[in-house]
Structure formats: C-alpha cells, structure tokens
C-alpha cells in the first residue's frame, strides 16, 4: 500500500477533476473490508439507471476494483453525508 498524495486545490472543480481521474486502489489497505457496509435491512432494492450512466459506472467500479453496487453505494453515501 502506498501513501496516496492529494494536492491543493484552488477550486472545486479541480477537486472533483482530481478524485474522478484517480484510482486510490493501490492506496488502501488489502483486508478486502475497507469497502463492507453493515445493514439494518438486508434487502436490496432496484433502481433504473440511464444506459450511460450505467456504462460509466461499470468502468469506473472495474478500474477501481471494486463491484458496481459498491460503487453506488460509496457514490450514494457521499452524497448523502454531504447534504
């Protein structure tokens, strides 16, 4: 695992240019846990996506390693602690 170096940023768009253009795979731990999400309801449920959406999804979740409802749970997440 190396250390991942994140730069300044003069704006928010640089920001979200960075962490869209960067796999940070090689920079977290190999315990295969960093990504588990633990549930009060186990049940999943469907949400349409746009075809390409999907196909963007699908490469970003295969470049960083990681499952596509993973991804969108992460994406989700984020959103959601940010509002």
């Known amino acids: 695992m190396k250390e991942l ?17 960067i796999d940070t795979a090689d920079s977290m731990p190999n315990d295969k846990e960093w990504f588990r999400f633990e549930t009060q309801n186990k049940r999943a449920i469907r949400v349409p996506v746009l075809p390409e959406i999907a196909l963007e999804l699908i490469k970003r979740a295969k470049a960083q ?14 959103r959601i602690q940010q509002a």
């Open 5 to 21: 170096q994140v730069p300044e940023f003069k704006t928010d768009e640089e920001e979200v240019a960075f962490w869209d253009n």
């Open 65 to 78: 390693g990681v499952s596509i409802e993973t991804l969108v749970n992460i994406f989700l997440i984020e």
